[in-house]
């Protein structure tokens, strides 16, 4: 190697070549995974940077926009990426797009705290995009530049960028189009984006975020705006449900963490508690969460024995029996975050349980000390949890003892040949006569099928003991062989899962929806793992058959299908299917059983954004957003095969 100063400088591109090409190579590394969440990821990166702005004081309004030709527009008006010339001869704006870590932490001191790790920034989503252009608005001019996978295809005058125009104000305007390549899919889910975006509004109060997408016939555009953050929040999270107290917000702050809280408590047999660290959220909670959990139950224990509401004999109610309807959310800011495990999703610094502690300790006291009646309507609400949890661990007990659950004893199921539990499949069907059709169809050798009549029981609201003297919810425990467990208990075990694929199969109307709707929320509260370790599926038949005067048949899918098919040909007659009742055996294997030709929803619950949505809408008192929720969702269908 030779010393000149060119030389140096080929050298540090090739460095900076290789960051990129590492990502390209292992994109889950970066961005988690290469699936549509993945992709999603994507936008949020940007979104996360113009944040950054947001939080060092420069930038109060972020545009996004999923533009009709597939790609994303993340607008903002921070103080722009930096275009001058860096010290390794081009502009900085290419080292920041180019350069693994570098993004947004590029000047270290301009944010007193950031996204951490999970900031990785701007040039991931440049190495993972087909081309990206970037304009950035500083000092009056409008600077240019753009890259194709990753890498300049601009060439510079003494390293600095072209400027295509005048501008007023200051800002970076980055359009990218996912490489699909790399990715398993590249249509942006809308839903998911505006939720996180929404989020992203509540924890910034002083934040506009706008949402557009243009890719459909109908435009849709979105403003998020919430003056009153992270209450505002709760309030809009509990909206569907009766309200037991008002919704309380405080904030503090404790050897340099800022900590900010705010609960309320609804008519409802669950908790929600989120996480947030320097406005990211933290699905598998952490450090901030045990320091909150920890001193509302001390406190809450503490009160119901001065209020004689626990005696002394009584044991002290536990953490869940105390936040038993609670919703809350926790937001912190960290000036170094610390993140356990593969997913980086559970805060770790032991920090933030004592500063959240003393912040929440502190704050509660003054708060219920004056709000006596919230107080007690809160205790009422553990006094009930506790009732439930004792009756359930006897229920339990009894019927643990009482019954010996064995694979054959379940008269309706008609089993698969197999017992290579990673080949085989079982599917829920609905009803007695598709349940023989598919009986029928079914290749027995992996695939079993479990009839079920009419309509199970509703968990959301029965005691344990209710749903376990349910026939139907018997024999599917039975069937699965793994047993049931409230939320994330011990009796659960999936490792004994019996099945790969656990399919539903119902009608596509407002009962076979309903049915789903009763087993997936069967599933979420007393067999989580199902879901949570992607076991199951919803079938898909097919809506219409089409016979055209000439040619073969064809099933469609869906109306976006049929469209498609109309557009195609001239002369078919349509067929409608109204329910898996009306196909023959041989039409169920073609359309609804034949791995290599049905399609499956696989159910996600992609983290506690979904599932807080899922388990209201799920298990909400209202019937309409349930039925969209499953409809949703049916028409984001995934080919299987
Ligand atoms: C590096 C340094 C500075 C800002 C940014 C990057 C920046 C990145 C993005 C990505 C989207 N919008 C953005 N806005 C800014 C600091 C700028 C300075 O010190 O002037």
């Given at each position: ?29 970066y ?62 704006e ?38 990206l ?23 510079l ?55 557009k ?7 849709d555009e ?9 209450i ?16 309380v ?64 004999k009584?044991?002290n ?21 610390r ?9 770790d ?33 553990a006094?009930?949890?506790a ?28 089993n698969c ?5 990673s080949?085989?499949?079982i ?38 003991d ?11 425990i ?56 992607g ?21 469609l ?16 007659t ?68």
């Open positions: 190697m030779n010393n000149t100063g060119k030389t140096a400088y080929d050298a540090a591109s090739i460095t900076v070549l290789e960051g990129l090409e590492a990502v390209r190579k292992r994109p889950g590394m961005i988690g995974s290469v699936t549509s969440k993945g992709l999603n990821h994507l936008v949020y990166e940007i979104v996360d940077n113009a944040v950054d702005e947001h939080l060092a004081g420069y930038c109060d309004r972020i545009t996004v926009t999923l533009e009709k030709n597939g790609s994303a527009t993340v607008s903002d008006n921070g103080r722009g990426i930096p275009v001058n010339m860096h010290e390794k001869g081009v502009s900085a290419r080292i920041v797009m180019t350069t693994l870590h570098a993004g947004g932490k590029f000047d270290q001191n301009a944010y007193k705290t950031s996204g951490g790790l999970h900031g990785v920034g701007s040039s991931v989503v440049n190495a993972l995009s087909a081309f252009d970037i304009e950035v608005r500083r000092d009056g001019k409008v600077y240019h530049d753009r890259y194709e996978r990753g890498e300049p295809v601009i060439p005058e003494k390293g600095l960028l072209p400027v295509i125009g005048n501008a007023r104000g200051t800002g970076t305007k980055i359009n990218f189009l996912p490489d699909d390549t790399i990715f398993e899919k590249t249509w942006f889910k809308e839903e998911d984006i505006k939720s996180r975006l929404h989020e992203t509004a509540y924890l910034n109060p002083k934040l506009t975020i706008i949402f997408d243009l890719r459909g016939d109908a435009p979105q403003t998020f705006h919430e003056p009153e953050g992270i505002g929040f709760v309030r809009d999270l509990n909206q569907n449900e009766e309200a037991v107290s008002d919704p917000f405080f904030r503090g702050e404790s050897d340099g963490i800022e900590v900010e809280v705010a609960f309320q408590y609804v008519n409802e047999f669950h908790e929600n508690v989120l996480g947030f660290c320097n406005n990211i959220y933290n699905s598998e909670g952490g450090t901030h969460l045990t320091g909150f959990k920890t001193v509302f139950t001390n406190i809450m224990n503490t009160y119901a024995r001065d209020l004689g509401i626990l005696k002394d009584d044991q109610f536990t953490g869940s029996d105390i936040r038993n309807g609670m919703t809350a959310v926790i937001s912190i800011k960290h000036p170094d975050p993140f356990e495990g593969q997913t980086k999703t559970k805060l610094n032991q920090d933030a349980v004592k500063a959240v502690s003393k912040v929440a300790g502190d704050e509660l006291v003054l708060y219920f000390d004056r709000h006596l009646e919230e107080l007690k309507a809160i205790l009422s609400c006094e009930k949890a009732k439930i949890r004792k009756s359930e661990e006897k229920a339990k007990t009894n019927m643990l003892s009482k019954q010996k659950y064995s694979f054959d004893s379940n008269g309706k199921l008609a040949e197999s017992r290579d539990a080949k085989c499949e599917f829920i069907v609905e009803g007695d006569s598709a349940g023989g059709s598919a009986k029928t169809a079914r290749d027995r050798m992996y695939q079993a099928i479990l009839p079920i009549r009419g309509k199970i029981l509703n968990v959301e609201k029965a005691t344990i209710k749903v376990l003297a349910n026939a139907e919810i018997k024999s599917m039975n069937a699965f062989g793994c047993g049931f467990s409230e939320g994330y208990g011990n009796d659960f075990d999936i490792s004994k899962l019996r099945y790969d694929k656990i399919i539903i199969m119902a009608d596509a109307d407002v009962d076979g929806a309903h049915i789903s709707t009763l087993l997936l929320t069967l599933f979420y509260r007393f067999m989580r793992d199902l879901i949570t370790e076991h199951v599926y919803i079938a898909m038949p097919p809506l219409y058959k089409a016979l055209p005067s000439r040619g073969e048949e064809e099933y899918y869906d109306d976006k299908a049929l469209s498609r098919y109309r557009k195609n040909h001239k002369n078919f349509l067929q409608r299917y109204k329910g898996l009742g009306e196909m023959d055996a041989e039409q169920l294997w073609e359309t609804t059983l034949d791995p290599k030709r049905r399609r499956l929803k696989l159910v996600e619950i992609e983290d506690a954004r979904l599932a807080s949505a899922t388990t209201e809408l799920l298990m909400g008192n209202e019937v309409p957003p349930r039925r969209d929720f499953i409809y949703r969702h049916a028409h984001d269908a995934d080919i299987d095969a």
